[in-house]
């Protein structure tokens, strides 16, 4: 998320508002990450958080509270994005709503890391203590089960990216097990397009060699 947010952010900072192929080009990179963020929401809400408070009453509340706040803040970036690509397809000059549009999401890039941050201070850590390595592995299964194909995709191209080589050999040897040849491939397709030629080579020789 780190990485998606990061890459939105520098694309609104140096995007020209009256040019309307620049714009375009941010509404679709927009889109993609308030797809990812809106879908990543959900899995928390729906499968993170769920079991931890059956275990421990109380634990996601603030959580659950960060994400309604989120959700309100992403609900106006994505309406005026979409106003900026409007705006951009009629050929109207969009500089003072584009302004806008950056300082929005440097706000909302500011809040969701903070939020991140929380998460990883208090939540993993309390997953850790009250869950197995077994019961991690069946949650992430379910979260690769309940998303269709391209979604699992998109995740690859923003996540990929920002995770260590054993992490990166991890998650998909796990994916690798589960899916047919043929996605397995355009998965690695999508990776190779986000990593550099010796990450990308340095990682498939391990996920051959099973390491």
């Known amino acids: 998320m780190r990485n998606a947010l990061s890459q939105l952010s520098l694309l609104a900072g140096r995007t020209n508002y009256s040019d309307r192929q620049e714009v375009e080009k941010l509404y679709k990179l927009g889109d993609d990450v308030f797809n990812i963020l809106t879908i ?47 705006n951009a397809g009629d050929g109207a000059d969009s500089v ?39 019961e991690f592995a069946w949650h992430r299964g379910k979260i690769m089960a309940r998303n269709p194909p391209q979604t699992l995709l998109l995740w690859f191209r923003f996540v990929l990216p920002a995770q260590s080589h054993q992490e990166k050999v991890g998650l998909l040897t796990g994916f690798k097990k589960i899916v047919p040849p043929p996605f397995f491939n355009e998965g690695m397709e999508v990776i190779r397009q986000v990593l550099t030629e010796d990450e990308f080579a340095s990682l498939k020789n391990d996920l051959i060699l099973g390491r």
């Open 96 to 134: 003072k709503d584009g302004e806008e549009f950056y300082l929005l999401l440097s706000e909302f890039h500011a809040r969701y890391l903070e939020h991140t941050a929380g998460e990883e201070r208090v939540t993993q850590q309390m997953l850790w203590k009250h869950f197995s390595n077994e």
């Open 40 to 86: 990543h929401a959900a899995d928390e809400n729906d499968l993170t958080l769920a079991k931890p408070e059956k275990r421990c009453p109380g634990s996601s509340h603030q959580d659950l509270k960060d994400h309604e706040q989120l959700d309100v803040l992403q609900d106006k970036l994505e309406q005026l994005l979409l106003k900026l690509y409007t």
